[in-house]
C-alpha cells in the first residue's frame, strides 16, 4: 500500500527543484543589446544559486545522519533490542522476530529508511542541478567579454 501522504511530501519536494530550474531558464536568458548590464548581474546570480547550493549540500548531509540515527534504531528494532519506551516513542509494535542474519534485506526495504534515503538522493540531485547552474555562471564572464568584442570588431572598433 502507498503512503498518500510521503509521496505528497516528496511531489512537493520536486516542485522545489522543478523551481530551481525555472529560476535558471529565466536566469539563463542573456539580453544582448545590453551585455553591459548583464556583466553585473553575474555576481547576484552567483549569490542566489551559491546560497541554494550551500542550503541543499547541508540538507544531504544532515539526510546521511539522519538515516545513520535511524538505521541504528531499527538495528535494535529488528533484533528485539528496543525497550517498550522507545517503541512508544516512535508508535511502532515489537517486531515479532529477533533477527540475527538477512537483516540487510529489511534496511533495504524498510520505508523510514527509504524515506531518508530519497531525501538524501534528492538534495543530492539539487546539488548537481545548482552546481551546473554555477560553472556556466563561471563561464558567463567571458562569454560576455568574447561577445562585446565581437560586436566592436563588427561595428569597426
Not at 41 to 50: D, E, F, R, T, V
Amino acid at each position: 500500500m502507498l503512503d498518500c501522504k510521503f509521496y505528497v511530501k516528496v511531489l512537493i519536494i520536486m516542485d522545489k527543484l522543478e523551481q530551481i530550474l525555472k529560476m535558471w531558464e529565466e536566469d539563463s536568458e542573456i539580453d544582448q543589446t545590453e551585455p553591459s548590464r548583464e556583466l553585473i548581474k553575474i555576481p547576484k546570480y552567483h549569490s542566489k544559486y551559491l546560497n541554494a547550493l550551500t542550503k541543499h549540500k547541508f540538507a544531504a548531509k544532515k539526510a546521511v545522519f539522519d538515516y545513520n540515527v535511524m538505521r541504528k534504531v531499527k538495528f535494535e528494532y529488528y533484533t528485539g533490542k528496543l525497550d517498550q519506551a522507545e517503541l512508544d516513542k516512535y508508535g511502532w509494535e515489537q517486531f515479532q522476530f529477533s533477527l540475527k542474519s538477512d537483516i540487510s534485506y529489511y534496511f533495504d526495504s524498510d520505508k523510514d529508511l527509504i524515506k531518508l534515503l530519497e531525501k538524501k538522493v534528492y538534495h543530492e540531485e539539487c546539488v548537481e542541478v545548482i552546481t551546473a547552474i554555477m560553472k556556466e555562471l563561471n563561464q558567463r564572464t567571458w562569454q560576455l567579454k568574447e561577445y562585446i568584442a565581437w560586436e566592436r570588431f563588427i561595428g569597426g572598433q
